[in-house]
């Protein structure tokens, strides 16, 4: 995974006290490389304690605004959200990869459209990237936004947000929900079925809804999934990226004893293993040292998608790539275990 580039951090804003946002700069050479639709997400690098870490997050910026700009969360026993949150300064430099994710909208200044997104507590980065571009960029179409978290005080952008409101009052709908505090013109509690009912059945019932965005924890996606179908809302309409995944993958490594011949292609060059078929394909990579592009390794971000050329494998779990895609022979490395005598994994043709 060779296309990292050491971007050094123009600006750092406390976005709460268990937030921050982090701006790149980046070199007139890199802009193209350096570009990115509304959604997606870059790569982070550094090593801690001698320890190589990559994390990914989410853009909260838009295409046109000039700016690369994510914001981190600090997570409790989290590794580089610590150091983010309290060490890291502006001028320093981190290693960055181009941006990249399906998570995206496409914008189109003819369209006139209803979009709505179920967005919870960091969750809200990538959908601000696409609220703000299509605020910006269809001028004849509407945003309806429903943003959970647990207080006012932890609502990540909840500033820039009521700003944006103003600005545009017939065009974007926010509707706050706090689950440990009642506010004034707010929901308590959680996204849940209710929620999105209110939303589809009451207060914006007369919206014709074209596109949903969920990005969150991965029971509120599958809840507000689910009420969607019950609403004969159809999958195509709908998009989601995890920011957590549960761990309950399948298990199926307990069934996989024999071993595999692997050959890996990544960055036009070949590596040929023998690996236990219950051995995740990306670890083994990882084992032997070949650059293999990833970031989260928890089958939540898209960075370590691969094509089977040969063979078959299986994934432990999967909540990203579409039937189509499966069937094309991509599979998130990440999950994947060997189940044919001889594999080839292509890092390269996707």
């Given amino acids: ?5 050491a971007l050094t951090i123009q600006d750092i804003t406390r976005e709460t006290e268990q937030a921050v946002s982090i701006t790149f700069g ?9 570009s990115f639709k509304a959604g997606q997400y870059i790569t982070i690098k550094t090593t801690i304690d001698g320890k190589e870490v990559r994390r990914a997050y989410s853009l909260c910026s838009t295409p046109q605004s000039g700016n690369l700009k994510v914001a ?3 997570v409790e026993g989290g590794t580089f959200s610590v150091l983010a949150n309290n060490k890291l300064t502006v001028g320093q430099s981190l290693e960055v990869h181009p ?5 995206i909208v496409e914008p189109n200044g003819q369209n006139a459209k209803d979009y709505a997104a179920f967005a919870a507590g960091s969750g809200i980065t990538p959908v601000l990237s696409i609220v703000k571009t299509i605020l910006e960029e269809e001028p004849k179409s509407r945003f309806v936004l429903a943003y959970g978290n647990r207080t006012v005080e ?3 952008f909840h500033k820039e947000l009521l700003e ?4 545009y009052p017939d065009r974007l709908f926010i509707e706050f929900i706090y689950s440990r505090k009642q506010e004034t013109d707010a929901h308590f509690g959680r996204i849940e079925k209710a929620t999105v009912n209110f939303i589809l059945k009451n207060k914006f019932k007369s919206h014709d809804f074209d596109q949903f965005f969920l990005c969150g924890p ?13 609403n004969g809302i159809a999958k195509e309409k709908v998009k989601f990226e995890l920011f957590t995944s549960s761990d ?10 024999g071993q595999t011949n692997l050959k890996i292609i990544c960055d036009d060059e070949e590596f040929e293993l023998v690996i236990p078929q219950n051995k995740i394909i990306l670890d083994a990579a990882l084992d032997n040292d070949i650059d293999a592009p990833h970031s989260c390794q928890g089958g939540i971000c898209s960075s370590c998608i691969a094509r089977v050329t040969e063979g078959t494998a299986v994934m432990r779990k999967n909540q990203i790539l579409t039937d189509d895609e499966v069937e094309e022979g991509l599979i998130l490395t990440c999950q994947a275990l060997a189940t044919s005598t001889n594999l080839v994994v292509d890092f390269d043709d996707i």
Avoid: C, W
């Fill in 1 to 5: 995974m060779s296309d990292f580039h």
């Fill in 26 to 34: 980046v070199p007139d050479a890199l802009k193209e490389t350096y």
């Fill in 72 to 74: 981190v969360k600090e």
């Fill in 99 to 103: 941006p990249e994710g399906k998570f």
């Fill in 154 to 156: 932890e609502t990540i």
């Fill in 164 to 167: 944006l409101q103003l600005q």
């Fill in 218 to 230: 991965e029971e509120m996606i599958n809840g507000v999934r689910t009420v969607l179908e019950e």
């Fill in 248 to 257: 309950d993958g399948e298990e199926i490594a307990e069934s996989l004893d």
